[in-house]
């Protein structure tokens, strides 16, 4: 039997009284792709943050690869599992090599410098991504695109064979979305990660997906594959709002655009 | 970077061993070789030149320690031990026992000493115990609880200056200039041992503040325990800043500007960044030591004054000159 890499049981989460989330149970494939969509306020990053235990759920229980995420030991779990947050790299001007190099943090003690196996881990990272020659590049001096893949550099540099990424393409303009999703796209087909991407815009990485998640006021409106998903009665009752529905000259899944007028 | 960090150390070196000659007189050598002898110059540099330029030394590194390691886990260019009330709450120690007389009672000099570590504790504890009610250890509710404590404590310090003698409102204002008059040996023993814990509590989580400074979703992203890791920061600088505080009286600015100019030196690694700045700040509280004590010689000025001189116009200096250190 193949073990998934997260099995997700009931999982629950309310704060002050609010259900953030609730009764949510699905099973992700070790390679699959699977892209989580929904309103503003559905409880998309809270279920990303929950896979990264950085939000600990009330109810329900989660496991990674077969063991209880509860009792998963913080590195174990980084060494597993990268996560890509929003976030625009603020802090200090670190270089995007030394940015990078930090993402070995699970396998190092306080003290220990990199070893061989690090710094290899760091090269490949770094020319998968196409940001080796950022390497000297302070943060601050680079561009939205630029940023996001050094982000993923360092999430792949991490190790592990999942990745979580909140919204990597917002904020990018047209050419560089396309680097990131060409880049995720290359992880996935080519390097057989397991992404779990949370994504507001439904033309970024639905496409790509093996599988889509729509949550709805903290709950699951849809579950299935990208077709499923991009209807226009379903995408109406999720959003509450209409969609145009238009094919590319490409052929895959159709272009989805808002109605303007119809909506209240 | 590798050369600036030997020509910082050989410079403090230098500073280090000619602290304790310079003074209102200037020490022969030969007095350094006799430390147990009734000479006044071997008296004078053994019982209170060298312990006092020590006690600056473990200080200056403690207070840059502290600096260092807020600075990086706050994210903030301000944030110092300070900010959190702890030199607030060892003046409010101090102010209490010398408003209430408790000071004359023969403890030898530790009732000060004691009064003000008790202080500090007293506003960490507060502090933390405001900041764990919430689930995040959230580092603006730190900072915010910190300046709070800071305002209470000022009110109560200005009250009991306000209801005491004039001696005694003397002494309260002199304490809180800051100063290493009552430098001794037995200073050292309350201050390296903090010193000591705090470098390494902070020490064994230098990579944890790299990651931090960049962000602290990041740095849980990687593995770290941010809300562990915070709290131990939290508390093994507060414990090195109450120590050395509570000798040295507030110094302002050691630990604020040391770690900035070493970020500008050595870069933002802490495991280089954390040494080199607590060199730094003991060499520069060293330096600044000996200038206040021989510039207007047989008078000595308190040290807070040279430093908090020196601070607020560097301070504007970093500001308009590097804006990248920070960048919000």
Request: with cysteine; net charge neutral.
């Amino acid at each position: 039997m193949v073990v998934a890499v997260f099995r997700l049981n009931g999982i629950g989460v309310r704060f002050n009284g609010a259900i953030l989330l609730d009764d949510i149970s699905f099973e992700l494939g070790g390679g699959e792709f699977l892209t989580v969509v929904g309103p503003n306020g559905a409880g998309k990053t809270t279920l990303l943050r929950i896979l990264y235990w950085l939000v600990k759920p009330t109810e329900g229980s989660i496991e990674l690869e077969g063991k209880d995420l509860a009792v998963i030991d913080r590195r174990q779990l980084a060494r597993t599992v990268s996560y890509v947050p929003q976030t625009d790299l603020g802090g200090s001007d670190f270089t995007v090599r030394a940015f990078v190099e930090m993402a070995r943090y699970p396998y190092l003690g306080p003290w220990e410098p990199l070893g061989t196996g690090d710094h290899e881990a760091v090269e490949q990272a770094m020319a998968t991504t196409e940001v080796v020659h950022l390497g000297d590049r302070l943060f601050g001096t680079l561009s939205g695109g630029e940023r996001q893949r050094t982000l993923i550099a360092a999430a792949v540099a991490q190790g592990g064979r999942v990745l979580l990424l909140d919204e990597p393409t917002s904020y990018l303009d047209y050419r560089h979305q396309v680097q990131v999703l060409n880049l995720l796209e290359h992880l996935h087909r080519d390097l057989g990660y397991t992404l779990v991407v949370v994504t507001h815009d439904l033309n970024a990485t639905v496409g790509y997906s093996d599988s889509v998640l729509a949550l709805k006021n903290g709950r699951i409106a849809f579950a299935g594959t990208p077709m499923g998903l991009l209807d226009g009665d379903r995408l109406a009752a999720i959003y509450e709002n209409d969609f145009e529905l238009v094919e590319r000259t490409g052929g895959g899944v159709p272009l989805v655009v808002p109605s303007r007028g119809t909506g209240s | 970077m590798r050369s600036r960090i030997i020509l910082l150390m050989s410079l403090s070196v230098l500073i280090i061993l000619a602290a304790p000659m310079v003074g209102m007189h200037i020490l022969p050598w030969t007095a350094l070789v006799e430390p147990f002898s009734r000479e006044p110059s071997a008296v004078i540099l053994w019982y209170i030149r060298i312990p006092r330029v020590l006690v600056a030394f473990v200080g200056g590194a403690g207070l840059a320690l502290g600096g260092a390691a807020f600075q990086g886990m706050f994210r903030n260019p301000l944030a110092t031990p300070y900010t959190l009330g702890v030199a607030s709450g060892a003046a409010l120690g101090v102010a209490f026992v010398t408003r209430f007389g408790i000071m004359m009672i023969p403890a030898g000099g530790w009732i000060v000493p004691i009064a003000a570590f008790a202080g500090a504790l007293l506003a960490v504890g507060v502090v933390w115990g405001v900041a764990r009610l919430r689930p995040d250890f959230s580092t603006t509710v730190l900072l915010l609880a910190g300046v709070a404590m800071t305002f209470f404590f000022s009110s109560l310090i200005l009250f009991l200056q306000y209801t005491a003698d004039l001696g005694g409102s003397f002494r309260i204002v002199r304490w809180l200039m800051g100063g290493l008059g009552e430098a001794r040996w037995e200073a050292l023993a309350l201050m390296v041992p903090a010193v000591a814990v705090g470098a390494v509590v902070v020490g064994w989580r230098a990579r944890d503040l790299d990651l931090l400074m960049v962000d602290p979703e990041i740095a849980a992203g990687r593995g770290v325990d941010v809300v562990r890791t915070r709290a131990a920061i939290f508390l093994g600088t507060s414990l090195v800043v109450a120590a050395v505080v509570s000798v040295c009286g507030p110094i302002g600015f050691v630990g604020m500007m040391a770690p900035h100019i070493c970020r500008l030196l050595v870069g933002g690694h802490h495991r280089v960044l954390l040494p080199v700045s607590m060199v730094f700040g003991g060499t520069f509280l060293v330096a600044c030591d000996t200038v206040a004590r021989t510039i207007l010689a047989p008078v000595e000025l308190p040290v807070g004054v040279i430093t908090a001189f020196l601070g607020g116009p560097f301070f504007l200096w970093l500001l308009v000159r590097h804006r990248s250190i920070f960048r919000h």
